[in-house]
């Protein structure tokens, strides 16, 4: 599958996170490819390949209870044409962001995630006291047809005071900084899956 972002998209992506660390567009992945990914990851939901989440850094971290109730499984390149789609739709955004704002961006990490009815993450930030690589986090949704009422939202606690809420619904990426934007996500009541993923600068070699 072969998608191209258009240059009106990533100009809208690079100026909101230039001016206000943030931005959301409800119609970032075409619906061909939101419906691929969707029904992949439900295939690995069924499977049982997806894992409680931890909390930590990397992929062997321990699970903390209370914190987080999503199920994940990390994305490899060469897996399904839907998954190389998304993650060469997410590169052309990371040359774009590195042409126009210099961050350094050098890859991005992403896995599924699945929240069962009722779970939840926390207030939090995406990036760990001990490694901040992280520098942007970009989520895309696969969930149709959502409903403000069946909960679910991505709740943004902004820098100017403000708190946004966004609906997980097919085709809505949401990109923001990871080290400035506090935020969680709140319990719903259907399944809600998505494509978590961050935006990492090189290392400093220490871990
Ligand atoms: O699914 C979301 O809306 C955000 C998930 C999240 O905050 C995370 O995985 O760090
Ligand atoms: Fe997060």
Known sequence: MTTDLSDSLLSRIIDDLAEFGWSLQTQFAPASLTSELAEECRQRIAQGTLAPAGTGRGHAVAVREGTRSDHIQWLEAGQSPACD????????????????LYLGLVDYESHFAFYPPGGFYLKHLDRFRDDDRRAVSAVLYLNDDWQAEEGGQLRLYLADGQVRDVLPEAGTLVVFLSADVPHEVLPAT?????LTGWFRRRGDGVF
Do not use: H, T
């Open 85 to 100: 789609g998304y993650l060469q739709l997410l590169d052309e955004l990371r040359v774009a962001i590195n042409q126009s």
């Open 190 to 194: 259907r399944d809600r899956l998505s």
